[in-house]
């Protein structure tokens, strides 16, 4: 599923128990942690309302607050050591949390504690209903970002068997690891962690996990846990890449997997900082807009943003693309890669990273036109034409409205820019600079519609060589 900036669920609506059941042990992992999005985890694990009436005071606190310390008790937490955020005032409620969070350290110095994902075991009410795990694995770490990221949801069932399945060995030995990871940073793991970790980890072995909606096979992609590199995805004929961060040396393997066609959706900047000749290589480049992460569903701009740029995520809230993702194709086969790993080499070489990949068979080709529609929100829109295979070079493509000039001179070669939108359906050309959004981009943002944008190669390559040369 996809998580959108405005969605603030996080992780409460799946740490609900399934009905007749408890919430009897939880393991999370993140890299960045908010102590106060921390705080609502144990609170989404409870039956009880947050709130009275319009938003009042809960008719019983006393009971609120035994199920958070109960709820709590039964969480573990790893992150990255030193990336967790403290609030600024005194929250007497994290005193629950003591025991929960564990700072951890990668077996690679170079890398970092990167994963996002929690795996729950619910208990039964009654004694002869089976037990119920749940895997949640995602993009997004625990704190309130808003941007776009991605979650995949497993429900199984605990068997009754003494071997385990082979498919949940990756899971097992990552569970396995944790306690490993924590005692290199320092810290004393308590004894119901590790013991917690310990039983979780040989109890997943026999879980029988239902495939996901529209697939039938999956595999489970722990990276770095033991200190070895490891790239999952290969060799496929196309190739989709949606990543916030990418890297010369990751695009290039990436590049060498897909044997007829790769594409790349991923924020400006970073694209800028690319070579110019490795972005002639790729098939499709997609420009990831910004300015639409920071508009709600009524089309109205949010001016409540955090954010930050960089090459990793910083401590503050994020906003724009979050999201990474792999999708590929080998025949008629498709394969979906979800999780923490974003597109450079320090993901699948240093890092400590979880991905999952589901795989099935791709439906027949449609016998009629599909709609002019964006892959994702907030890219730019592909036209039926774009999504059949395309040369290397193609002609220049005007980036401003129908009715209105370029604003720059045509491009050598232009990233995959939207069908041409009348004035007044939600995008108008821009006369002056300071309206456009970025360089390359002539439409303005309307109320009517999320915005669009088109965005041209040669700005992208200006951009890149100006950071060089800096």
Not at 45 to 60: F, H, I, K, M, Q
Not at 164 to 192: H, S, W
Not at 342 to 351: D, G
């Amino acid at each position: 599923m996809t998580l959108a900036p405005a969605d603030r669920r996080l992780l409460f609506g799946v740490l609900e128990p399934p009905e007749d059941h408890r919430l009897d042990h939880a393991i999370g992992t993140t890299f960045t942690l908010d102590l106060l999005a921390l705080l609502r985890v144990p609170l989404a694990a409870t039956t009880l309302p947050w709130s009275g009436p319009d938003g009042g005071r809960v008719e019983n606190p006393f009971a609120l607050l035994a199920a958070l310390r109960q709820n709590a008790a039964r969480i573990s937490l790893y992150c990255h050591a030193g990336m967790t955020k403290v609030p600024a005032g005194e929250v007497p409620l994290l005193a629950f949390l003591e025991d929960c969070v564990h700072p951890v350290t990668p077996p690679r110095p170079e890398g970092v504690f990167h994963p996002k994902m929690w795996l729950l075991r619910f208990a039964p009410l009654d004694e002869d209903e089976p037990v119920l795990y749940r895997l949640v694995v995602l993009s997004r770490n625990l704190t309130f970002d808003r941007s776009w990221d991605t979650a995949v949801t497993f429900d199984g069932r605990l068997l009754d068997r003494q071997r385990g399945l082979a498919e949940n060995r990756p899971l097992a030995a990552f569970i396995g690891a944790l306690p490993g990871m924590a005692e290199r940073a320092g810290t004393e793991l308590p004894t119901v962690a590790a013991d917690r970790a310990r039983m979780m980890g040989e109890e997943v072995r026999r879980v029988r996990w239902e495939t996901p909606e529209g697939f039938d096979t999956f595999t489970f992609h722990p990276i770095g846990h033991g200190g070895k590199p490891s790239w999952p995805v290969t060799g496929f004929h196309r190739l989709l890449v949606i990543s916030p961060f990418t890297s010369e040396t990751a695009i290039r393997r990436l590049r060498a997997e897909a044997s007829q066609e790769l594409s790349i959706v991923s924020r400006f900047e970073t694209l800028a900082a690319l070579d110019p000749a490795l972005l002639e290589d790729i098939d499709s480049v997609d420009v990831f807009d910004e300015l639409s992460a920071a508009v709600d569903g009524d089309g109205q701009l949010d001016s409540d943003k955090g954010g930050g740029d960089g090459t990793e995520e910083p401590l503050g809230d994020l906003m724009g693309l979050h999201a990474k993702v792999f999708v590929g194709k080998r025949g008629r086969r498709a394969v979906v890669f979800v999780g923490s790993a974003n597109a450079t080499e320090a993901a699948f070489e240093h890092n400590v990273e979880f991905v999952v990949d589901s795989r099935g068979q791709r439906p027949p080709p449609a016998s009629t036109a599909s709609t002019n529609r964006s892959p994702m929100p907030g890219c730019c829109a592909r036209s039926e034409s774009a999504r059949r295979p395309l040369p290397r070079r193609r002609p220049p493509v005007c980036s401003a409205s129908s009715s209105g000039p370029p604003t720059s001179s045509p491009p050598e070669r232009s990233v995959r820019a939207p069908p041409p939108i009348p004035t007044g359906a939600g995008c108008s050309p821009s006369t002056s600079p300071a309206s456009s959004i970025l360089p390359g981009c002539a439409c303005t943002p309307g109320r009517s519609s999320r915005p669009t944008c088109g965005w041209s190669m040669s700005a992208l390559h200006q951009r890149s060589a100006s950071a060089r040369a800096s």
